[in-house]
């Protein structure tokens, strides 16, 4: 072989190599872009092939589902999401037929068992010759959806219910007074049987009972305007429990602190802020009055939180062990005057959200029955100027 040609060769050989190396750089540079859009996506992305496997999701669809890419791999999508759940039928139909479907009310279990409330479409992926390679499952969570449209209709009742509270309370207060002067007036009359007393002693407390109603729907009517300035949240939650501390040691309450130092301050009325702590520790006390337990309050900091419109946000947590709330119950909990205990009047939540939505904030419930209730209260963080001293 002449020299010439063998250069040639070794010089083809070297062409090919590197032509491979380029093709694979480039092979492994678009799969890491397609990695990158599909992690880079709001709404759960689920890739099956034409037998309706998983063989791919992205992150959004693990935090979506509670499920991670490794654990359903290869598994079929029906035995992921087993029926009434509709994933499967969708992906079934979309293959035969060759055209999207959709189901904008799904409902499907999570990995923990709490079930969820999706929008699902499922697209055909097609082979340049059109035949079937298999369906792209995209997801998304109508669950934030639906809580907001609820509290939307929440925040109207609450805004008619306020007026007409203000309006009831200011009317009824006079005569409250008037009936409470006239028992003590009685009492104080020579000559007033004894045996008569413990009525009006009766009548002192209920009106006392009725004047702390009426105070309730004054605050609840909202007719206090907020005091706005720096406050730092742990210190607020602290101050709590101080305050409620000889309710915890008589219901035999531990109070576990969890409080993250790092939590930048909110911008609020610390003293609007307290009466929505003291509720909520008060609730959770009563909740374990008969067997005592751990009462777990906990702060932490979201640097987006959709809860609050996307800003950053400080979360604080007060979680009981006690008997639970019931589903049904746990819809009503937010309504003016509804409540679980014997001596409540139902309106410590409704203000305690009111003050919150009023901070720009908002108030989650998760309870399960027998399993203890969680209360979140999430406030949005106060302006740069303010949250950089904390």
């Given at each position: 072989?002449?020299?010439?040609?063998?250069?040639?060769?070794?010089?083809?050989?070297?062409?090919?190599?590197?032509?491979?190396?380029?093709?694979?750089?480039?092979?492994?540079?678009?799969?890491?872009?397609?990695?990158?859009?599909?992690?880079?996506?709001?709404?759960?992305?689920?890739?099956?092939?034409?037998?309706?496997?998983?063989?791919?999701?992205?992150?959004?669809?693990?935090?979506?589902?509670?499920?991670?890419?490794?654990?359903?791999?290869?598994?079929?999508?029906?035995?992921?999401?087993?029926?009434?759940?509709?994933?499967?039928?969708?992906?079934?139909?979309?293959?035969?037929?060759?055209?999207?479907?959709?189901?904008?009310?799904?409902?499907?279990?999570?990995?923990?068992?709490?079930?969820?409330?999706?929008?699902?479409?499922?697209?055909?992926?097609?082979?340049?010759?059109?035949?079937?390679?298999?369906?792209?499952?995209?997801?998304?969570?109508?669950?934030?959806?639906?809580?907001?449209?609820?509290?939307?209709?929440?925040?109207?009742?609450?805004?008619?219910?306020?007026?007409?509270?203000?309006?009831?309370?200011?009317?009824?207060?006079?005569?409250?007074?008037?009936?409470?002067?006239?028992?003590?007036?009685?009492?104080?009359?020579?000559?007033?049987?004894?045996?008569?007393?413990?009525?009006?002693?009766?009548?002192?407390?209920?009106?006392?009972?009725?004047?702390?109603?009426?105070?309730?729907?004054?605050?609840?009517?909202?007719?206090?305007?907020?005091?706005?300035?720096?406050?730092?949240?742990?210190?607020?939650?602290?101050?709590?429990?101080?305050?409620?501390?000889?309710?915890?040691?008589?219901?035999?309450?531990?109070?576990?602190?969890?409080?993250?130092?790092?939590?930048?301050?909110?911008?609020?009325?610390?003293?609007?802020?307290?009466?929505?702590?003291?509720?909520?520790?008060?609730?959770g006390a009563e909740a374990m009055a008969e067997t005592g337990g751990e009462l777990t309050v906990r702060t932490r900091f979201e640097r987006v939180s959709p809860q609050v419109g996307g800003q950053a946000a400080a979360v604080l947590e007060v979680a009981d062990r006690g008997p639970g709330i019931a589903s049904e119950a746990e819809r009503q909990l937010f309504n003016p005057f509804f409540t679980t205990k014997a001596s409540g009047t139902g309106l410590g939540l409704p203000i305690s959200l009111r003050i919150v939505e009023e901070h720009g904030g908002t108030?989650?419930?998760?309870?399960?029955?027998?399993?203890?209730?969680?209360?979140?209260?999430?406030?949005?963080?106060?302006?740069?100027?303010?949250?950089?001293?904390?």
């Amino acid at each position: 072989m002449k020299p010439e040609s063998t250069d040639k060769n070794r010089r083809d050989a070297r062409q090919r190599g590197k032509t491979k190396a380029e093709l694979a750089a480039a092979l492994g540079e678009l799969q890491s872009y397609y990695e990158d859009l599909l992690s880079s996506l709001q709404d759960g992305v689920v890739i099956l092939d034409r037998d309706s496997r998983v063989t791919s999701m992205n992150q959004a669809a693990e935090e979506l589902t509670g499920f991670s890419r490794s654990q359903i791999a290869g598994r079929p999508i029906g035995e992921v999401f087993p029926p009434p759940a509709p994933l499967a039928a969708l992906a079934a139909k979309t293959l035969d037929v060759g055209r999207n479907h959709a189901d904008f009310d799904a409902h499907v279990l999570r990995s923990d068992g709490l079930p969820l409330t999706v929008s699902a479409v499922v697209s055909l992926i097609s082979d340049p010759a059109g035949e079937p390679r298999g369906v792209v499952l995209v997801l998304r969570d109508l669950s934030r959806v639906r809580d907001l449209e609820e509290q939307v209709r929440r925040a109207d009742r609450l805004a008619g219910l306020g007026v007409l509270a203000a309006g009831v309370a200011h009317e009824v207060r006079n005569p409250l007074v008037g009936i409470r002067a006239a028992a003590q007036l009685l009492e104080k009359e020579q000559g007033f049987p004894s045996n008569l007393r413990e009525f009006t002693a009766m009548i002192i407390r209920q009106v006392d009972r009725l004047n702390r109603i009426v105070d309730d729907l004054l605050a609840f009517a909202g007719t206090r305007e907020l005091r706005r300035e720096p406050c730092n949240v742990n210190q607020i939650l602290e101050e709590a429990l101080r305050l409620e501390e000889a309710l915890l040691q008589a219901g035999r309450i531990a109070v576990v602190r969890q409080y993250d130092p790092e939590v930048p301050v909110v911008a609020g009325d610390p003293d609007r802020l307290l009466q929505v702590f003291l509720n909520l520790v008060r609730n959770g006390a009563e909740a374990m009055a008969e067997t005592g337990g751990e009462l777990t309050v906990r702060t932490r900091f979201e640097r987006v939180s959709p809860q609050v419109g996307g800003q950053a946000a400080a979360v604080l947590e007060v979680a009981d062990r006690g008997p639970g709330i019931a589903s049904e119950a746990e819809r009503q909990l937010f309504n003016p005057f509804f409540t679980t205990k014997a001596s409540g009047t139902g309106l410590g939540l409704p203000i305690s959200l009111r003050i919150v939505e009023e901070h720009g904030g908002t108030i989650e419930v998760q309870s399960r029955s027998g399993g203890g209730t969680t209360f979140r209260v999430l406030l949005p963080l106060a302006g740069d100027e303010e949250g950089s001293s904390r």
